[in-house]
């Protein structure tokens, strides 16, 4: 660790010049979407980018967001009870200022890249110090950073990093990250049709019959701030009635990212009757195909299957440009298996900077996690 360094940027304009050619394995940490979070991250967010060199040499990026959660209009609206009262309550008091060492707005592993091996042991030492600093960061602005959170690590590293200075802090698994593995032998959707069992592609007949009279069309930069106005509304509608949230999009977020990550970012609107009625986003990342955020008018989601038909879209588009995965995320777990997705199970840790609340973080974190119940889809021969 001694030839090992960090230095923390609050501005993407002040990164080193070798930035892009380290991060240039996952688009997720490239300038291109890192200006995008800058110039339209939510509202209620600040990003750090933290360069990682040896001696002088930058071999090493990573990505921390703070989250102001009392800036937000809700946290999900979706179950009204008096568990979520306590819940906002508790966040409200004890983790309203948040500090993410990762990216909290996609699911996967897209913390850090290196362009070398360095060991489990450096790792972990590099962000808990990097915690540490960007905590008193604020502190000296008079603000207490509550929760620190290590988001979204594959198992084989988190057994890693618990071997070193992760090992007494919490781990927690929420929700398994949906990954639809593509067989390789699959070039068209009519080979992927063809794999499944009777059962799915009856479901898949089905949905595309009632997607009939929807149009899809990839829009242009132009055409997505035409339609600005109505993707935002579309988006927010669905953000805004999931089970829990930490931030809401910026309003000209899809349309920056567009200008900036060019065809690197594919934005899909679904029109009926020429009204924009839907829309889902997919990021290339690689070999990776992305899934990023949709939205949808929930009148016409149920008449049309709509969020069947945008995933059935995804994984056309996956196979016909050569992608070897695509990431669905989390939520949706059961629709998301039906159409081919596995669940593979990613670990967080996370810890409180109050030393008598974090000794019951794993307590107050059970509690506040929603409980889960889904069955498994299998729907290939």
Same mark, same amino acid.
């Given at each position: 660790?001694?030839?090992?360094?960090?230095?923390?940027?609050?501005?993407?304009?002040?990164?080193?010049?070798?930035?892009?050619?380290?991060?240039?394995?996952?688009?997720?940490?490239?300038?291109?979407?890192?200006?995008?979070?800058?110039?339209?991250?939510?509202v209620?967010?600040?990003?750090?980018?933290?360069?990682?060199?040896?001696?002088?040499?930058?071999?090493?990026?990573?990505?921390?967001?703070?989250?102001?959660?009392?800036?937000?209009?809700?946290?999900?609206?979706?179950?009204?009870?008096?568990?979520?009262?306590?819940?906002?309550?508790?966040? $409200? %008091?004890?983790?309203?200022? /948040?500090? #993410? !060492?990762?990216? +909290?707005?996609?699911?996967?592993?897209? *913390?850090?890249?290196?362009?070398?091996?360095?060991?489990?042991?450096?790792?972990?030492?590099?962000?808990?110090?990097?915690?540490?600093?960007?905590?008193?960061?604020?502190?000296?602005?008079?603000?207490?950073?509550?929760?620190?959170?290590?988001?979204?690590?594959?198992?084989?590293?988190?057994?890693?990093?618990?071997?070193?200075?992760?090992?007494?802090?919490y781990?927690?698994?929420?929700?398994?990250?949906?990954?639809?593995?593509?067989?390789?032998?699959?070039?068209?959707?009519?080979?992927?049709?063809?794999?499944?069992?009777?059962?799915?592609?009856?479901?898949?007949?089905?949905?595309?019959?009632?997607?009939?009279?929807?149009?899809?069309?990839?829009?242009?930069?132009?055409?997505?701030?035409?339609?600005?106005?109505?993707?935002?509304?579309?988006?927010?509608?669905?953000? $805004? %009635?999931?089970?829990?949230? /930490?931030? #809401? !999009?910026?309003? +000209?977020?899809?349309?920056?990212?567009? *200008?900036?990550?060019?065809?690197?970012?594919q934005?899909?609107?679904?029109?009926?009757?020429?009204?924009?009625?839907?829309?889902?986003?997919?990021?290339?990342?690689?070999?990776?195909?992305?899934?990023?955020?949709?939205?949808?008018?929930?009148?016409?989601?149920?008449?049309?299957?709509?969020?069947?038909?945008?995933?059935y879209?995804?994984?056309?588009?996956?196979?016909?440009?050569?992608?070897?995965?695509?990431?669905?995320?989390?939520?949706?777990?059961?629709?998301?298996?039906?159409?081919?997705?596995?669940?593979?199970?990613?670990?967080g840790?996370?810890?409180?900077?109050?030393?008598?609340?974090?000794?019951f973080?794993?307590?107050?974190?059970?509690?506040?996690?929603?409980?889960?119940?889904?069955?498994?889809?299998?729907?290939f021969?």
């Open positions: 660790m001694d030839q090992i360094s960090f230095k923390i940027y609050n501005s993407v304009a002040a990164l080193p010049a070798l930035w892009d050619t380290v991060a240039q394995s996952n688009v997720f940490l490239q300038t291109s979407y890192l200006s995008v979070l800058e110039r339209s991250a939510p209620n967010m600040e990003c750090f980018y933290i360069g990682i060199f040896e001696k002088s040499e930058l071999i090493g990026v990573s990505l921390a967001q703070y989250l102001d959660l009392n800036k937000l209009e809700s946290f999900g609206e979706r179950d009204k009870s008096f568990k979520i009262a306590i819940r906002n309550f508790i966040f $409200k %008091n004890f983790a309203s200022h /948040t500090l #993410f !060492l990762g990216n +909290n707005m996609i699911t996967g592993q897209n *913390g850090y890249v290196f362009t070398k091996e360095i060991d489990f042991e450096c790792i972990s030492d590099i962000l808990i110090q990097s915690a540490e600093e960007i905590t008193l960061y604020f502190k000296k602005k008079g603000i207490n950073i509550h929760l620190v959170s290590f988001k979204d690590f594959y198992e084989h590293c988190s057994v890693e990093l618990k071997k070193f200075r992760f090992s007494n802090i781990e927690f698994n929420t929700q398994p990250n949906m990954i639809f593995y593509l067989d390789e032998k699959w070039k068209s959707e009519e080979d992927y049709i063809g794999a499944l069992s009777k059962k799915y592609r009856d479901q898949f007949k089905r949905a595309r019959k009632k997607n009939d009279g929807i149009v899809v069309k990839n829009l242009s930069f132009e055409e997505v701030i035409q339609h600005e106005t109505t993707i935002y509304d579309l988006y927010h509608y669905v953000a $805004k %009635n999931a089970p829990f949230n /930490t931030f #809401f !999009l910026a309003k +000209n977020h899809f349309s920056t990212l567009k *200008g900036q990550c060019g065809n690197r970012f934005i899909f609107g679904y029109f009926l009757n020429n009204k924009l009625v839907g829309f889902h986003t997919l990021l290339l990342n690689d070999e990776t195909l992305e899934t990023y955020f949709l939205g949808y008018d929930e009148t016409i989601q149920k008449e049309n299957m709509l969020y069947l038909n945008m995933l879209n995804m994984t056309k588009y996956g196979i016909e440009n050569g992608f070897k995965k695509i990431i669905f995320g989390r939520t949706a777990l059961e629709i998301k298996s039906s159409v081919g997705a596995s669940p593979v199970q990613m670990s840790f996370i810890y409180h900077n109050n030393k008598l609340v974090n000794k973080i794993g307590k107050i974190f059970k509690q506040l996690e929603p409980e889960l119940h889904w069955q498994q889809r299998h729907p021969k």
